[in-house]
């Protein structure tokens, strides 16, 4: 099944979907009406999972991800709309972060700015080997506003993150697959969300509950010390030997018999 919306599709498949960010002419890149229509899906996710046990993200076509946020869009904005836009662009982030299942980037070339934003608030980036990363907000007079001061730091280290913030340069597949911001390369787009549909398989043999809670307890951890997530963490892991699943787990390995996970 696959719902339209004006800019996105989202296409079932099975345990699975796929969402494509569709505005080719404009190299997908993000208005007001791409962002309210992710904030919608995301948002909905987060009530309502449909069952689903993963989500595969990705731009239409072969040249970009997310070209950025829309440039012609900001060009005549006044600081009040700019605070509602940035708003807009960080709650998708936040609901995207916040799915109740792992969601992939897959990235099959530009994620520039706001595409590269939207590709770290993922659980994890796969990308095909002619992807270029950056944020080239500077170049612009700008700076990063979904998020990118925040999560590229946290996802290569600060350094790092502030000489691609300052310069605003191009960053190759190579390189964001050397420093840690991509996790596996592709040829092609079909190797790519082949390869991103393997790992939601392979996610979806394990139990749901503790994929959900290991995420939880992990993007919660971002924010805290080491002893504070040491205490999220051990909450969690004490609470889910009350869950179906924990006991079912243990049990089939005890038994040398497969998991017949329920999810609770
Ligand atoms: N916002 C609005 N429109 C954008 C866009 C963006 N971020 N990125 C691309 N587009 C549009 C172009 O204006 C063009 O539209 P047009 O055909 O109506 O003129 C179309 O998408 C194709 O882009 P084009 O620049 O012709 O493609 P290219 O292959 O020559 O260059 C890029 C590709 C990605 C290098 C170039 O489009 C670019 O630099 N985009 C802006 C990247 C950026 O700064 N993003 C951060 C924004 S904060």
Request: glycine share 10%.
């Amino acid at each position: 099944m696959t719902t339209s919306y004006e800019t996105l599709t989202v296409e079932r498949k099975g345990d699975f979907a796929l969402l494509t960010l569709n505005r080719p002419d404009k190299l997908n890149a993000l208005n007001s009406t791409v962002l309210s229509e992710l904030k919608t899906v995301f948002e909905a996710w987060g009530k309502d999972s449909e069952g689903l046990k993963g989500v595969v993200f990705t731009g239409s076509g072969d040249k970009a991800f997310i070209a950025g946020a829309d440039i012609a869009q900001m060009s005549d904005m006044t600081v009040d709309e700019a605070h509602a836009f940035g708003f807009l662009g960080q709650s998708v982030t936040l609901a995207i972060e916040n799915a109740p299942f792992p969601v992939i980037a897959a990235v099959n070339g530009f994620a520039l700015g706001g595409g590269c934003e939207m590709a770290m608030a993922c659980d994890f980036i796969y990308a095909t080997n002619t992807a270029v990363f950056g944020q080239p907000e500077v170049k612009l007079g700008l700076i990063p506003g979904f998020g990118g001061t925040q999560r590229l730091a946290k996802l290569i280290g600060r350094a790092r993150a502030k000489e691609i913030v300052y310069t605003g340069r191009n960053v190759k597949a190579e390189e964001a697959y050397r420093v840690g911001l991509v996790v596996s390369l592709f040829e092609t787009k079909d190797d790519l969300l082949a390869g991103a549909f393997k790992t939601l398989d392979y996610v979806s043999k394990v139990s749901p509950n503790a994929v959900k809670l290991s995420k939880k307890v992990m993007i919660e951890g971002n924010d805290l010390t080491v002893e504070q997530g040491l205490q999220t963490e051990l909450a969690q892991f004490s609470a889910i030997f009350s869950s179906e699943d924990m006991k079912e787990g243990c049990l089939a390995f005890v038994e040398k018999r497969p998991a017949q996970f329920k999810g609770c």
